[in-house]
């Protein structure tokens, strides 16, 4: 019998070591300057209505920052979604043209550049929600091809192409586009699909379950087709970021139980997908994020220590936990997605807080060099 696994959530942390020279600097040669140390800078908020939530976003620039949700969660009339932008100095919400009914929550965007990105959600009126922006304000897409009850989970985009993945009855499905015209992929098997990320050169991963063991598709020449992956029962993943042709990594759980999930993390090296040992903490990953390089930033939740910001950082050897300072008064705060900021070092984790009394509040954190220092690890 399938069982279905649990869906995409949250998580974020801080640490860091000063660094300085050996010896000090000949008198005639410029300054050496130590590595700025790393650290969590104090969270803000996007300000959303009561029981907002963050579950993505995109970071163009230090100044060019899009985050997608829902506000009124758990109002079923009133709950809505939000496309909320940071300019440098403040974050403000931004509208939808094109859209008499709207969307209850997006789960995903993602940019191009600063002027074509791309968000996906769940519309009011049943059908999956897609929205392309273009700097300033957003519109919602028909694709006709897709109908009620299709369901869409993750976007990716290059430039003049986007992919959205998602479900169409019980069966993974991939939405692909460019130029006004779209295809569907619908995979054989059951299960889904919440993750996306696609390269420059058009190449790409897709991932989630079957709802027995981890899925994962693959985009070579144009063509998605399921992928080997570790034989892992009761394992799902949640999002999958590519740095490049032999660097990827897709994160996740292992279901083992109510109440009882391990994490899991996936690395792929060109030739084939590997697991990660995760140590330590009841932990729950939910989105990942690199520099293009050779590190990756995992955001997710320690429920050991479930009021500091987390995250993990994977550098393709071990990963190393980053936490943020203890709050003040008992809270959980879930960070489910997160943004490195290309050439800056820094990253930014979105989601939301829980406080004592169960109200959300949606939370943005950055952690990296450079920042307001709030805590170290």
């Known amino acids: 019998m399938t069982r279905r696994l649990p869906r995409r959530a949250l998580a974020l942390c801080a640490g860091g070591m000063l660094l300085l020279p050996l010896h000090p600097p000949a008198a005639h040669a410029d300054p050496v300057r130590p590595p700025a140390a790393e650290s969590w800078q104090a969270p803000a908020t996007a300000r959303l209505s009561s029981d907002g939530s963050l579950s993505d976003v995109v970071a163009i620039s230090p100044s060019d920052v899009w985050a997608v949700g829902q506000q009124s969660a758990w109002d079923v009339w009133q709950s809505r979604s939000a496309i909320v932008h940071w300019n440098g100095s403040g974050w403000s919400e931004v509208a939808v043209r094109n859209d008499s009914t709207g969307a209850g929550l997006l789960h995903s965007v993602a940019a191009a550049s600063a002027t074509e990105l791309w968000a996906v959600g769940e519309g009011h009126d049943g059908m999956p929600y897609l929205a392309r922006g273009d700097g300033s ?108 042709p032999k660097r990827a990594l897709a994160v996740g759980g292992v279901y083992r139980g109510p109440d009882e999930d391990v994490p899991l993390v996936l690395s792929w090296n060109g030739k084939k997908w590997s697991r990660v040992t995760v140590r330590g903490g009841d932990v729950r990953l939910y989105g990942v994020t690199g520099d293009r390089k050779n590190r990756f930033w995992i955001s997710g939740v320690d429920l050991e220590r479930p009021g500091e910001a987390f995250l993990l950082r994977y550098d393709g050897r071990t990963l190393k936990a980053l936490h943020g300072a203890a709050p003040a008064a008992p809270r959980t705060i879930r ?36 920042l307001p220092e709030r805590a170290r690890s």
């Open 137 to 244: 304000a957003f519109e919602r897409i028909t694709v006709d091809s897709l109908h009620v009850g299709d369901w869409l989970g993750g976007v990716a985009v290059t430039p003049g192409r986007v992919a959205a993945v998602g479900r169409r009855d019980g069966h993974p499905l991939i939405v692909t586009g460019s130029g006004g015209r779209w295809k569907l992929t619908q995979a054989e098997g059951e299960g889904a699909l919440y993750g996306v990320s696609v390269s420059a050169k058009g190449d790409g991963w897709a991932v989630g379950d079957t709802g027995e063991k981890p899925l994962v598709m693959r985009l070579s020449e144009g063509t998605w087709k399921a992928f080997p992956v570790p034989d892992i029962p009761g394992g799902y993943l949640r999002d999958v970021h590519v740095n490049g």
């Open 335 to 370: 960070l489910q997605a997160a943004a490195y900021v290309p050439g800056t070092g820094t990253v930014w984790s979105v989601g939301h807080v829980v406080d004592d009394a169960g109200r959300y509040t949606d939370v943005i954190e950055r952690f990296g060099a450079g």
